[in-house]
C-alpha cells in the first residue's frame, strides 16, 4: 500500500524543483491529486495531509465517494478532469468545482445553462485534442479559436484556461509548449498539463495545474477503461 502522506511529499518537492529550475514560484503550479479507482481510504491520508485539489474522470464515480469527503473537509475542489456526456452536465455541475474538459460548442452550451440553472459558476479548461487523436477527446487545435470564443464571449462561461493529454507515444514537451502558445495568444493564464511521467516537464513548460495519480495513489485498482485519453 503506498503511503499517501510521502508521495504527497515527494510530488510536492518534485514540482518545487521544477519550478525553481524554471525561474517560477511554486505556489502558481497547483497539484491536483486524481484519485480515480482509489477509495476514500486511500484519499482521507491525502486531505489530513492538507491537500485540498483532487481530481475524477468519471462523475459517477465521483458521486459515489466525494459528498461524504466534501461534507468532512468542505475546503475540498473537485476537479472534472474527464470527458463529460451533456446528460451527465447538471449532476457535474452540482458535485464539482472546476471542469477541465470542454471541448465542443453542444458541452458548452448545455454547461452555460445548467449553471446559470443552478447559480453555480465553475471555471472551465477547454480541453485541446494536440495530437490530433481519433479516439481522444479535446477539440481539434484548428478550431480551438472559435470554441474560446464561443465559450467566452457568447456564453460568458468562466474559461480559466486550456488543457492537452499529450499522445502516450509522443515526446510531451512540445505538445506543452503548443498548448503554452495556443493559451497566450488566446489570453488565458491557465494551463492543465502533466501527469505522473510527465509533470515536470509540464512544469517546466508553464503548467498551472498538474494532474498526478499514480505517483501519489499508486497503480489503479481497476483496469482504466476510460482512463488516460479517454478524454
Ligand atoms: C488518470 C488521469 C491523470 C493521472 O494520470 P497518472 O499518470 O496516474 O498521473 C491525469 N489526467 C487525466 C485526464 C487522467 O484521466
Known amino acids: 500500500m503506498t503511503d499517501g502522506r510521502a508521495s504527497l511529499k515527494a510530488v510536492t518537492e518534485r514540482i518545487a524543483r521544477a519550478a525553481t529550475d524554471a525561474g517560477r514560484q511554486a505556489g502558481d503550479i497547483t497539484l491536483i491529486a486524481v484519485s480515480k479507482t482509489h477509495g ?24 459515489g465517494k466525494w459528498p461524504a469527503l466534501k461534507d468532512a473537509w468542505p475546503d475540498t475542489v473537485l476537479h472534472l478532469i474527464g470527458g463529460l456526456q451533456t446528460n451527465k452536465v447538471s449532476d ?28 453555480r459558476r465553475l471555471p472551465c479548461f477547454i480541453q485541446v485534442n494536440t495530437g490530433e487523436e481519433d479516439q481522444k477527446g479535446g477539440v481539434l487545435p484548428s478550431e480551438a479559436e472559435d470554441l474560446i470564443r464561443l465559450c467566452r464571449e457568447d456564453l460568458d ?5 486550456l488543457m492537452c493529454i499529450p499522445p502516450l507515444e509522443d515526446e510531451p514537451a512540445p505538445h506543452f509548449a503548443f498548448l503554452a502558445r495556443l493559451a497566450a495568444e488566446a489570453g488565458l493564464e491557465g494551463l492543465s498539463m502533466g501527469m505522473t511521467a510527465d509533470f515536470e516537464t509540464a512544469v517546466r513548460l508553464g503548467a498551472t495545474h498538474v494532474r498526478v495519480g499514480t505517483a501519489l495513489f499508486g497503480p489503479r ?11
Open 40 to 63: 476514500a481510504a486511500a484519499i482521507e491520508p491525502l486531505l489530513d495531509a492538507g491537500q485540498q485539489h483532487f481530481g475524477e474522470n468519471r462523475v459517477q464515480e465521483a458521486q
Open 221 to 231: 485498482n481497476t483496469a482504466p477503461a476510460a482512463g488516460v485519453g479517454a478524454g
Open 157 to 161: 462561461l468562466p474559461v480559466a484556461g
Open 92 to 119: 457535474a455541475v452540482a458535485l464539482f468545482d472546476v471542469i477541465h474538459s470542454v471541448d465542443r460548442p453542444k458541452l458548452a452550451r448545455t454547461l452555460a445553462r445548467e449553471m446559470d440553472a443552478q447559480d
